[in-house]
């Protein structure tokens, strides 16, 4: 069964360090998202990609964040200058259309000491 | 603003048998509800999901309800087994955005006793 991907599944930085989630989306798959859940808390909606654009951010997807689809199969969320606060569960999820099933990785456990 | 909750943050049932798990929203433009397993240290695994234009819908051992006039949802799981044990969120999406912004709810914790 085809999955999502994420690399690297714990990534510990420093603050004020900028960090890239990679994820890979199950291949025939059109939308793309990222959504972060800190520790004990709900998952939080960061940001939707469809057609090489994002078409949905939250309130967190500040300029902080940014989003790219580098090639055919990578999707990676760029953190920029990291934040104590930004230590949280960062999951990629993909889906064929934009309100159907969407199916996550297995996160990478974002750390900033 | 829209909100998801979980009436029940923790819910503990005897192995074999049914868990019932609830979720209340508030978006009344919400048309697509799902709801999620989650297991420690893994991702949100989709369960089951359902339109607004439906009651029900049934699974392999689970069900969902929707009852829009009081904005509810519901899972239930029949004949429960160890392996359910885990976080279960429902999500919602707003018709009034493009769809993929999903709200999840805090979650609600399964455990199933032997």
């Known amino acids: 069964e085809p999955e999502v991907t994420q690399t690297p599944s714990h990534q510990v930085t420093q603050m004020g360090q900028e960090v890239i989630l990679r994820c890979v989306p199950i291949s025939n798959h059109l939308y793309f998202y990222w959504y972060r859940q800190i520790l004990g808390q709900k998952v939080e909606f960061l940001v939707s990609f469809y057609n090489n654009e994002i078409s949905e951010k939250s309130e967190i997807f500040d300029d902080q964040f940014s989003v790219e689809r580098p090639d055919g199969s990578n999707f990676t969320l760029k953190i920029r200058s990291t934040k104590l606060e930004d230590s949280a569960m960062y999951f990629c999820a993909s889906s064929q259309s934009g309100s159907n099933e969407q199916y996550f990785g297995p996160g990478t456990r974002l750390t900033v000491t | 603003g829209e909100s998801v909750g979980l009436h029940l943050p923790t819910l503990s049932v005897q192995e074999g048998d049914n868990s019932i798990i609830n979720c209340a929203y508030s978006?009344?433009?919400?048309?697509?509800f799902i709801w999620y397993k989650q297991e420690s240290g893994k991702g949100p695994q989709f369960i089951i999901d359902i339109r607004s234009n439906m009651d029900k819908r049934q699974g392999q051992r689970v069900t969902v309800l929707l009852n829009k006039t009081v904005k509810h949802l519901s899972l239930q799981i029949a004949a429960t087994q160890p392996g359910d044990s885990a976080v279960y969120f429902c999500a919602e999406n707003g018709a009034d955005n493009y769809g993929q912004n999903f709200v999840f709810g805090p979650g609600t914790r399964l455990s199933v006793l032997p």
């Open positions: 978006n009344s433009a919400s048309d697509y």
